[in-house]
C-alpha cells in the first residue's frame, strides 16, 4: 500500500486568505515563472501535483488556485524538509493538500539513496564532485500514486534536481493517456526531457516567456543559467482548453525597451535605466548583468513610486543565473529597469547591469492579479 501524510488531518475546515511570510514570499518571488505558469493553468475544483514540493511554497499557490473544490498532492522525500512543509499546509490553513513523503520515480517501492544538499537542491541523482551525505528513501511512481488517489491531475510541476527525466518514465501511462500540462525545471545543457516531450508529441515553452523551446540553444542566454522552467503543452490533449494558454500559438512577444550599461544611473543607492511606458498586461523581461563577488541583491521592475513590483532577491552568483522574469501589471504606467545591493548600501561600482530588454507577452487573455500571493 502506498503511504502518505495527509495534511487535511486535524486542520480547520476554511480556507483562510494566505498571509505569506517574508521567508515564503522571498522563495515564491525567485520562482516567478512557475507562479506565473500555475496561475495560468490552474482553475479552481483542479487537482495538481507538484513533485520536489520542498517547504511547500508551490503547493501554497496551487492550493489557492484550486479551491476548496480542488487538490494538490505535494511529494518531497526530506523527511526534515517534508515535516516543514506540512507545518506550513497547517499554518496556512490548506487542507486541500495531500504531502506524500516518497521519492518520485521511474518505479515504486524501490529503496533509493537521496543526496543531501541545503536543503533545496537534495536529490536521486550521485554528485561525482561532492561527498554529500546520503539517506535511504522509497520510492512511487506518480502512474502508481495517480492510480491510488483515483485522480486526473490537470498539473504535473517537477522540480527533483536533475531527476526529472525518470519521473516522466514513471508517469508515462498517465501523460500518454491524459495529457496533461507538464511544468519541468531543467538544467541548461539538458535536453533529454525535451526531446522526451516532444517524442510524446508536447509542445514545449519557456515558462517566462512562452517562447517555443525545442532544445536548450532555445533558451534566452543559453548555457547562461543556474535552471530553466520550461511548460510542456499537448495540442491534442484537453489540460489547456478553457485556460488562460489555451491559444498558445497566439501569443506574441512585443518588443517594449532595451537598454545597455551605459543607459543605468545611481539614484538613492539603485542602479537605474531610463523610465519607460508599459500597458496592462503580461511583461517579461530579460536580465544580464556582472557582479564583483557575491553580495545579496535585488533586480527587477520598479513603479514610477520606486517601489520594486517584480524582483528577484538572493545572493548574487543565483540571481544571475536567473536570465528572464515574468510580470505582470493592472494599470499603465512609466516603470524601470533596476539592481541594487539588498544591505541597504549604495550600488557600488561592481555591478554592472550588461543588458536588459523588456517585452510585452500579448495573448493571455486572463490573470488572477486579485490573489493574495501576487499582490
Not at 206 to 233: F, K, L, M, Q, W
Not at 239 to 259: D, K, P, Q, Y
Not at 342 to 361: M, N, Y
Request: charged residues 20%; aromatic residues 8%.
Amino acid at each position: 500500500m502506498l503511504l502518505a501524510t495527509v495534511a487535511q488531518q486535524n486542520l480547520a475546515q476554511s480556507v483562510a486568505p494566505l498571509d505569506v511570510s517574508a521567508s515564503i514570499r522571498e522563495k515564491i518571488d525567485n520562482e516567478s515563472p512557475v507562479t506565473f505558469a500555475c496561475l495560468d493553468v490552474l482553475r479552481p475544483g483542479d487537482v495538481a501535483f507538484d513533485v520536489g514540493t520542498n517547504v511547500g511554497d508551490i503547493a501554497l499557490i496551487m492550493s489557492e488556485i484550486v479551491g476548496s473544490r480542488g487538490s494538490v498532492f505535494a511529494i518531497e522525500p526530506n523527511p526534515n524538509t517534508a515535516s516543514i512543509a506540512l507545518r506550513t499546509f497547517k499554518d496556512f490553513n490548506c487542507t486541500n493538500v495531500t504531502l506524500v513523503q516518497r521519492a518520485a520515480a521511474a518505479l515504486s517501492f524501490q529503496d533509493a539513496h537521496l543526496y543531501l544538499g541545503s536543503g533545496v537542491d537534495d536529490s536521486l541523482v550521485p554528485d561525482a564532485n561532492s561527498e554529500r551525505q546520503s539517506i535511504l528513501v522509497k520510492t512511487v511512481a506518480l502512474d502508481d500514486l495517480i492510480d491510488y488517489y483515483r485522480v486526473q491531475p490537470r498539473l504535473i510541476k517537477m522540480d527533483v534536481e536533475d531527476y526529472e527525466y525518470e519521473v516522466l518514465q514513471g508517469s508515462a501511462r498517465y501523460i500518454g493517456n491524459h495529457k496533461p500540462i507538464l511544468i519541468l525545471e531543467q538544467r541548461d545543457s539538458n535536453g533529454k526531457c525535451i526531446d522526451w516531450l516532444t517524442d510524446a508529441g508536447y509542445h514545449v515553452y519557456c515558462a517566462a516567456s512562452y517562447r517555443r523551446i525545442t532544445g536548450p540553444a532555445d533558451y534566452t542566454r543559453p548555457g547562461e543559467a543556474h535552471v530553466r522552467n520550461i511548460v510542456g503543452v499537448h495540442p491534442a490533449g484537453t489540460a489547456h482548453r478553457g485556460t488562460a494558454i489555451e491559444s498558445f500559438h497566439g501569443f506574441e512577444r512585443l518588443h517594449v525597451a532595451h537598454f545597455l550599461e551605459d543607459q543605468f544611473r545611481k539614484n538613492d543607492g539603485v542602479l537605474q535605466s531610463p523610465s519607460f511606458a508599459l500597458e496592462p498586461g503580461r511583461h517579461t523581461v530579460e536580465l544580464r548583468f556582472e557582479v564583483t563577488g557575491n553580495p545579496e541583491l535585488e533586480v527587477g521592475i520598479l513603479d514610477a513610486s520606486g517601489k520594486f513590483i517584480a524582483s528577484y532577491a538572493s545572493v548574487a552568483w543565483w540571481v544571475r543565473g536567473l536570465p528572464d522574469m515574468p510580470f505582470h501589471i493592472d494599470q499603465a504606467g512609466t516603470f524601470t529597469v533596476a539592481i541594487r545591493a539588498r544591505d541597504g548600501g549604495p550600488a557600488d561600482d561592481g555591478i554592472r547591469p550588461l543588458e536588459f530588454s523588456v517585452f510585452r507577452v500579448v495573448g493571455i487573455p486572463e490573470f488572477r492579479s486579485n490573489m493574495a500571493l501576487v499582490l
